[in-house]
């Protein structure tokens, strides 16, 4: 059965994860080659795009750009208990900054989670708030905790329906968090198709989902934030909480 592997720095989870309608086959060596035929009947029928010619390189040598730069300031790190995955500064008022993460990352509940803003500055969260119906969470951190220059190094995330609803199988998107300090290379499998055991919608990328990812952002090429990432399976296929999803699950916090 197909798994996605729940990437977070110090623990590691395997949720079994199976796309409707991609169908699921042991991995044993007896059963290999009628889960080749079944895979390529689906995508015969149109189910998933044939993606079998293209290859992920293990590392893409880059220089970070100035769009890489301005993604980083809007990263955070998010700590829950022993839990170790990453954000994304979505708004900001006055008052404080808006973060949207994985849900799971925030699994362990100790009472205290704890953010880690993009001038290495440590803050707890003021509160958190996890969405009902996907692997989504928000979280608040009060600016009066914060430094004047510590704000200044933080930017909300660039955000564009426009560019959201236009994407395409194959495009070029990157993913941004955990601790390397790069972006990743993927691109889109599916804009919107339901993945069983997040029981939602999401974004499907193909790319190399590295450790402490889980919460951080896919971003297109200009740095438009695309949504969080939830995780990957073993064959690299990336599940992401869409940007429509966390637009409608934003209207519910201000419209409780």
Known sequence: ??????????????????????????KQQDAATAEETESASYIEEGILPDITEFEIPEEIPQK????????????VGVRAG???????????????MLIVTAGHVLEHDTGEFLVTL??????????IVKAENCDLAFLWV????????????????DTDR??????????????YG????????????????YVEDFTQYMLLLQGLMEPGMSG?????????????????????KVAVVPYSIIESERAGLDNP
């Open 162 to 175: 426009n560019a959201f609803d236009a994407l395409e199988v194959y495009e070029d998107v990157w993913m």
């Open 82 to 96: 022993d839990l170790q995955g990453s954000g994304v500064i979505y708004d900001e008022n006055e008052e404080s």
């Open 118 to 127: 993009p001038d290495e500055t440590v803050v707890a969260a003021s509160g």
């Open 216 to 236: 951080g952002g896919a971003f297109t090429e200009d740095g438009v934030f695309l949504g969080v990432l939830c995780g990957a399976d073993e064959e690299g």
């Open 142 to 157: 009060d600016k009066a905790d914060l430094t004047e220059s510590t704000w200044e190094s933080c930017l909300v995330a």
């Open 64 to 75: 970070l750009t100035e769009t890489d730069l301005r993604v980083f300031q809007s990263l």
């Open 1 to 26: 059965m197909r798994k996605f592997l729940i990437s977070m720095t110090g623990m590691s989870f395997i949720m079994s994860c199976t796309l409707l309608l991609t169908g699921c086959g042991a």
């Open 178 to 193: 955990g601790t390397s300090g790069r972006p990743v290379y993927a691109f889109v499998v599916e804009p919107w198709i």
